[in-house]
């Protein structure tokens, strides 16, 4: 038995699945770490608080524009010249971009590169999960994937944490670039996809992402990836972004001050938690949709803990916010899933640009969000949002293929 541990050990801790996994951990602390040190940075610039919340959403747009426009890049890039090719490039780019960040003096340097660090880090997550998924076993794939996944959403816990210890908000971004051009010399020896390889041999149409709006079933299959997604980031961009308003006497009176660099340190312990969890689960059920029903659930039961907790002390609400997080754990299972429901000539296009689009879903859940507070108070209108946010989710997954066991090697007809 100790035998077949060590080599199941072995055959999981590949070079692809560690460096997969510390690139999107430097992915995460870089994309965690605007939304920490956007008012320290934007203040020691010179502006106001008022100006900084108003430029900070700027910003944040920005940067989600890079990461659209990234991901479709990335993703075409994959499927056409390899997976290798984006791990490489996406790195190299977000690093200066992040090392850049650490010397601006302006706003306009800021947005462009916001713009160039979303762009890059666009393509860092599915081209690994791709890798990783096209290199291991249908029995080992799940198990890599959980490691990427959970060493890469602990980042933002490394954000939070850095923020605190390094007085300078531009020594933090510095770090990050640091740490990805550290992390590139790891790549040098990893190995293009086998399944990427033989799929040079045939003559097939490779990445080419508008053909996943010309079939009706396709898209469908490409929207329900995005949709079953979608609680995560209302979680992080609405409910914990917003916390400390939402914690204010006019609303939930929390008991106690909420900070913001806290609220996603502990929201992202528990996502890195649930992915741990949410990932051994689809495992030991041998299914994806089951492991992902559960984490709808507990995420639903977070949503109500924390829309309860009028008068509660600042502890229950970080509690609330811990459960929240380990229920929207179940990130690195839907980019998994997404992954395996495409053929090798459009795997890297989907599971790159499936996150991001997730990502992007912010910007609809938010303008919902603001359309709703012109009819109720901020707490209702997250309320009712909540409600839909749970039940799209459910329903794609209901009409979703469990690829558990599916075989990858094959090409889609598109």
């Known amino acids: 038995m100790a035998e077949t541990s060590r080599v199941r050990l072995a055959a999981i801790f590949t070079p692809v699945v560690i460096v997969a996994a510390l690139g999107y951990f430097v992915d995460i ?3 965690l770490l605007f939304s920490i040190v ?4 934007l203040t020691s610039l010179g502006y106001t608080k008022a100006e900084a919340d108003k430029y900070g959403l700027l910003l944040i747009n920005i940067q989600m524009i890079g990461m659209l426009v990234g991901g479709v890049f990335w993703g075409m890039l994959g499927d056409k010249r390899g997976r290798l090719s984006v791990l490489f490039g996406s790195i190299i780019l977000y690093s200066l971009a992040n090392i850049a960040n650490g010397f601006i003096t302006d706003l306009t340097q800021y947005e462009v590169l916001r713009f160039i660090a979303g762009f890059g880090l666009a393509g860092e997550l599915g081209a690994g999960i791709t890798l990783v998924s096209e290199s291991l076993s249908t ?3 799940g198990y890599g994937t959980m490691i990427v996944g959970v060493v890469g959403v602990s980042g933002a816990v490394f954000a939070g944490v850095i923020s605190h210890v390094l007085d300078d908000w531009w020594y933090c971004y510095i770090l990050g670039g640091a740490l990805g051009l550290a992390l590139l010399l790891m790549r040098i020896g990893v190995y293009e996809s086998g399944l990427f ?6 003559k097939v149409d490779r990445g080419n992402f508008l053909k996943l709006f010309t079939r009706r079933d396709t898209f469908m299959k490409y929207l329900r990836c995005i ?3 979608i609680p995560t980031w209302f979680a992080v961009g609405i409910l914990i972004t917003f916390s400390p308003t939402f914690a204010g006497r006019d609303l939930l009176d929390i008991q106690g001050t909420i900070d913001p660099g806290y609220a996603i340190m502990y929201t992202y312990a528990g996502i890195t938690a649930g992915n741990l969890l949410c990932s051994w689960m689809s495992q030991y059920m041998r299914s994806r949709r089951k492991a992902v029903l559960w984490f709808l659930i507990l995420t639903a039961i977070g949503f109500v803990m924390y829309f309860a907790a009028h008068g509660c002390s600042a502890a229950y609400f970080y509690i609330a916010m811990v459960v929240t997080g380990v229920g929207t754990g179940f990130w690195a299972v839907v980019i998994t899933n997404s992954a395996e429901q495409f053929g090798t000539n459009i795997r890297a296009t989907v599971a790159t640009t499936v996150p991001n689009l997730i990502r992007a879903s912010l910007t609809p ?4 969000y603001a359309w709703l507070y ?4 901020k707490l209702v209108s997250a309320e009712i949002l909540a409600v839909f946010i749970i039940l799209i989710p459910l329903v794609s997954l209901y009409y979703m293929e469990e690829t558990f066991t599916k075989d ?3 090409l889609e007809e598109i």
Request: glycine share 6%; hydrophobic share 35%.
């Open 197 to 202: 390889k033989d799929m040079l041999e045939h």
């Open 227 to 229: 949709l079953i997604g």
């Open 408 to 410: 990858l090697n094959y």
């Open 38 to 41: 956007r008012i320290k940075s």
């Open 139 to 141: 029995e080992h794939r």
């Open 365 to 368: 859940i938010s303008l919902i």
């Open 374 to 377: 012109g009819y109720f108070n």
């Open 29 to 31: 602390y870089d994309l």
